[in-house]
């Protein structure tokens, strides 16, 4: 009887399953960046590359060039809180061209007195103003009507409604593997939310889901969240949502070896996604990807990116001219140097254009840690970095469009001197 029992209620669930994911819609394609971009302010777009360049390559370093009055990258600190630990932050493009910032703070990480803390960004002086309380492990209970031992990652998105949306891990019981993602709202860029929210992402147990990177759009108005899981398995998974509703959820990658993925949109199609590798001894330390061809809906593993990674966030961001940007650490182990890398959308290469931080040359116990980098493009064609920077601030690097411009030229300038030199061309 007991067998039967159990034999019914499998298809009932199989027929409920059929009924929710048949009422879904239909995937829609991919909303390119020019809808997000601010005032876009100088093109700097060369028409004749293709922007399509497939994933795998090796990296060089390049010096951009330094002749005439391209101004150097701009590098600043967030508002000091006086916490003694910040960690994780993230931006978002406001509408008036300035920039605002998320990220945590408080005694460690994972400690009951963690809050989630906010700047504003003046495009006009380029200076941050001062940091305010989004919400703290208290208000987060009340909101959520249940228990929350520690919260982090917050990350920032732009609905097609003009709102913006603001995601963030809390934890109930465990570690960062038995998290879940909430979510608030707000209309006036930020300076108000709404009642935070749980995303359902599983109707069973609803754990292990966090975020670290930004959202896609969809034509049809809806977000893409690259997500990832912890529990059991350590993987990728990309959440189609409508606001606070979890409309579907694909896996990006499998195993234990990829978690914080972030997507560089292609086409409407077509898209990478990069990870943060967490692979085992012996296995490599570069970076995993996956793609895919239908909008998100299912992703194929590709090869990995050949540029070390230590099991270490990376930040990208894909400008105007079709030039993708990746900070991260570029070692085997360690976070003691942070790079800007660029690829040549023609030539499928990586290049590092800045070392942002590096200690090697200190000894192991004087080096700091300069981790989960966070990239944005306010206009299509300059970045805003942010970062954590020894575990006690958050720095942030503006780089022009004037600079990426002039490091991007002289990438193909290098290009095409490998290129004669290896027809021989050039001795």
Same mark, same amino acid.
């Given at each position: 009887?007991?067998?039967?029992?159990?034999?019914?209620?499998?298809?009932?669930?199989?027929?409920?399953?059929?009924?929710?994911?048949?009422?879904?819609?239909?995937?829609?394609?991919?909303?390119?960046?020019?809808?997000?971009?601010?005032?876009?302010?100088?093109?700097?777009?060369?028409?004749?590359?293709?922007?399509?360049?497939?994933?795998?390559?090796?990296?060089?370093?390049?010096?951009?060039?330094?002749?005439?009055?391209?101004?150097?990258?701009?590098?600043?600190?967030?508002?000091?809180?006086?916490?003694?630990?910040?960690?994780?932050?993230?931006?978002?493009?406001?509408?008036?061209?300035?920039?605002?910032?998320?990220?945590?703070?408080?005694?460690?990480?994972?400690?009951?007195?963690?809050?989630?803390?906010?700047?504003?960004?003046?495009?006009?002086?380029?200076?941050?103003?001062?940091?305010?309380?989004?919400?703290?492990?208290?208000?987060?209970?009340?909101?959520?009507?249940?228990?929350?031992?520690?919260?982090?990652?917050?990350?920032?998105?732009?609905?097609?409604?003009?709102?913006?949306? &603001?995601? =963030? !891990?809390?934890?109930?019981? %465990?570690?960062? /593997?038995?998290?879940?993602?909430?979510?608030? #709202?707000? +209309?006036?860029?930020?300076?108000?939310?709404?009642?935070?929210?749980?995303?359902?992402?599983?109707?069973?147990?609803?754990?292990?889901?966090?975020?670290?990177?930004?959202? &896609?759009? =969809? !034509?049809?108005?809806?977000? %893409?969240?690259? /997500?990832?899981?912890?529990?059991?398995?350590? #993987?990728? +998974?990309?959440?189609?949502?409508?606001?606070?509703?979890?409309?579907?959820?694909?896996?990006?990658?499998?195993?234990?070896?990829?978690?914080?993925?972030?997507?560089?949109?292609?086409?409407?199609?077509?898209?990478?996604?990069?990870?943060?590798?967490?692979?085992?001894?012996?296995?490599?330390?570069?970076?995993?990807?996956?793609?895919?061809?239908?909008?998100?809906?299912?992703?194929?593993?590709?090869?990995?990116?050949?540029?070390?990674?230590?099991?270490?966030?990376?930040?990208?961001?894909?400008?105007?001219?079709?030039?993708?940007?990746?900070?991260?650490?570029?070692?085997?182990?360690?976070?003691?140097?942070?790079?800007?890398?660029?690829?040549?959308?023609?030539?499928?290469?990586?290049?590092?254009?800045?070392?942002?931080?590096?200690?090697?040359?200190?000894?192991?116990?004087?080096?700091?840690?300069?981790?989960?980098?966070?990239?944005?493009?306010?206009?299509?064609?300059?970045?805003?970095?942010?970062?954590?920077?020894?575990?006690?601030?958050?720095?942030?690097?503006?780089?022009?469009?004037?600079?990426?411009?002039?490091?991007?030229?002289?990438?193909?300038?290098?290009?095409?001197?490998?290129?004669?030199?290896?027809?021989?061309?050039?001795?």
């Amino acid at each position: 009887m007991s067998r039967i029992l159990a034999y019914c209620f499998l298809l009932l669930a199989a027929v409920l399953g059929f009924i929710h994911i048949d009422g879904r819609p239909a995937w829609a394609p991919f909303a390119m960046n020019e809808e997000a971009w601010i005032e876009p302010t100088e093109l700097n777009a060369d028409k004749s590359i293709d922007a399509r360049s497939a994933t795998k390559s090796a990296y060089t370093k390049v010096k951009p060039a330094t002749h005439g009055a391209t101004p150097s990258p701009v590098m600043d600190w967030l508002p000091d809180t006086g916490a003694a630990s910040v960690h994780a932050a993230s931006l978002i493009a406001l509408k008036n061209g300035g920039v605002r910032a998320f990220w945590f703070a408080g005694s460690r990480e994972g400690a009951a007195d963690v809050v989630i803390n906010t700047a504003v960004w003046n495009p006009t002086s380029r200076e941050w103003g001062d940091s305010s309380v989004v919400i703290d492990r208290i208000s987060a209970e009340k909101g959520l009507s249940r228990y929350i031992a520690k919260l982090g990652n917050p990350v920032p998105a732009r609905l097609a409604d003009g709102r913006l949306q &603001l995601f =963030f !891990v809390t934890v109930s019981i %465990g570690g960062w /593997a038995g998290s879940s993602i909430s979510t608030m #709202f707000s +209309e006036d860029e930020g300076l108000t939310w709404t009642r935070p929210q749980r995303l359902i992402t599983s109707p069973f147990f609803n754990l292990s889901t966090l975020v670290k990177s930004p959202s &896609l759009a =969809f !034509v049809d108005g809806r977000l %893409g969240l690259p /997500a990832y899981h912890e529990w059991i398995g350590r #993987f990728g +998974e990309f959440l189609r949502l409508d606001a606070d509703q979890v409309l579907d959820k694909k896996r990006m990658s499998s195993g234990r070896g990829s978690i914080q993925p972030i997507v560089f949109v292609n086409d409407a199609q077509g898209a990478s996604a990069f990870f943060r590798q967490t692979r085992g001894t012996g296995k490599p330390k570069q970076i995993p990807v996956s793609t895919t061809q239908n909008a998100g809906e299912s992703w194929q593993p590709f090869d990995d990116l050949e540029i070390s990674n230590p099991n270490s966030a990376i930040g990208g961001v894909l400008l105007r001219n079709g030039a993708r940007l990746l900070a991260l650490n570029n070692i085997e182990t360690g976070r003691y140097r942070l790079v800007l890398m660029m690829s040549n959308p023609g030539s499928d290469a990586w290049h590092i254009v800045e070392t942002i931080e590096d200690d090697e040359a200190l000894s192991e116990q004087e080096r700091r840690e300069f981790s989960y980098p966070y990239l944005i493009s306010v206009h299509g064609d300059d970045a805003h970095l942010v970062y954590t920077w020894g575990r006690k601030k958050i720095r942030h690097a503006y780089f022009s469009g004037a600079w990426l411009d002039r490091a991007y030229k002289q990438l193909a300038v290098d290009g095409q001197k490998q290129s004669a030199s290896k027809s021989g061309e050039v001795k």
